[in-house]
C-alpha cells in the first residue's frame, strides 16, 4: 500500500476564502489524484495532478476554481478558491501503486459558511 | 459518459450470512476493477482487486469478474457486524493512467 498523509484533516471557512490543502506521499509516486467526495455520495475526480506540468481538470472542475500544484514525485497541493457552502465536501488525494492499485489519503473534511 | 452503477441498498443480512454485492459498468475496454470498503467518515480502504474473467478469493471476500455482461461482483462470506460499511465498486477505463471511475456505493448492514 502507500502512507499518505493530508493537511488539515478538517476545517471549518468562510464563504468567499481559499482553502490550501496538502497531500504527501511516503516515496515518490507517478500517478496522483484528487478527488472530491459530497456529503452520502460517491468520489468525484476533480484532476490529475502531473508533475512539472499543469493538472488535468475533468469536466466541471475548472483551474481557477481548484487550482493544484504538484512540484515533485511525493507532494501536492489542492486550494479551493472562492469558497461557497457547496464546497463542503471531504476532499481526498489517491495515488496508484504497485502494478495498477489505488490508494486514498485520509481526506481533509471542509465545511464553508 | 463511462459509468458504474451498483445499487445503493441498503442491504442487510444477519451475522454469518453471505453479502453479495454487484456491479456493471458501461466502458467494455475496462480491464481493472476493484472493491473499496468505506467507514462512516473513514477514507475508501481497498480490499480487492481483479483483473481476469473468474474468482478471486481473499480470506472472506471473494470478486467474481464476468467481462463479458460487463459484471463485477464481492461476496462476503460470514458475514460480521465489522463489515457494516458502504462498499465502492471502481473501474480503470482502458487508457493508461487514467484515475478510477466509482459507482455510488452499497451500504452493507450487518447484524448481530
Known amino acids: 500500500s502507500a502512507v499518505i498523509s493530508q493537511k488539515p484533516s478538517r476545517d471549518i471557512c468562510q464563504r468567499g476564502t481559499s482553502l490550501t490543502i496538502q497531500c504527501q506521499v511516503d516515496s515518490q509516486v507517478t500517478m496522483m489524484f484528487w478527488y472530491r467526495q459530497q456529503p452520502g455520495q460517491s468520489l468525484t475526480l476533480i484532476a490529475t495532478?502531473?508533475?512539472?506540468?499543469?493538472?488535468?481538470?475533468e469536466s466541471g472542475f475548472v483551474i481557477d476554481k481548484f487550482p493544484i500544484s504538484r512540484p515533485n514525485l511525493t507532494f501536492s497541493t489542492l486550494t479551493v478558491s472562492n469558497m461557497s457552502p457547496e464546497d463542503s465536501s471531504i476532499y481526498l488525494c489517491?495515488?496508484?501503486?504497485?502494478?495498477?492499485?489505488?490508494?486514498f489519503g485520509p481526506g481533509t473534511r471542509l465545511t464553508v459558511l | 459518459q463511462k459509468e458504474v452503477e451498483q445499487n445503493s441498498g441498503p442491504l442487510s443480512v444477519p451475522e454469518g450470512a453471505i453479502a453479495s454485492l454487484n456491479c456493471t459498468y458501461s466502458?467494455?475496454?475496462?480491464?481493472?476493477f476493484f472493491w473499496y470498503r468505506q467507514y462512516s467518515g473513514k477514507s475508501p480502504e481497498l480490499i480487492m482487486s481483479?483483473?481476469?474473467?473468474g474468482d478471486k478469493e481473499d480470506g472472506r471476500f471473494t470478486a467474481q469478474l464476468n467481462k463479458a455482461s460487463q459484471y463485477v461482483s464481492l461476496l462476503i462470506r460470514d458475514s460480521q457486524p465489522s463489515d457494516s460499511a458502504t462498499y465502492l465498486c471502481?473501474?480503470?477505463?482502458?487508457?493508461?493512467?487514467?484515475?478510477?471511475?466509482f459507482g455510488k456505493g452499497t451500504t452493507l448492514s450487518v447484524s448481530s
Open positions: 495532478a502531473n508533475q512539472g506540468s499543469e493538472a488535468t481538470y
Open positions: 471502481a473501474v480503470r477505463p482502458n487508457q493508461a493512467g487514467t484515475a478510477l471511475i
Open positions: 489517491s495515488v496508484v501503486r504497485g502494478a495498477d492499485e489505488q490508494f
Open positions: 481483479i483483473y481476469s474473467n
Open positions: 466502458d467494455r475496454g475496462s480491464q481493472s
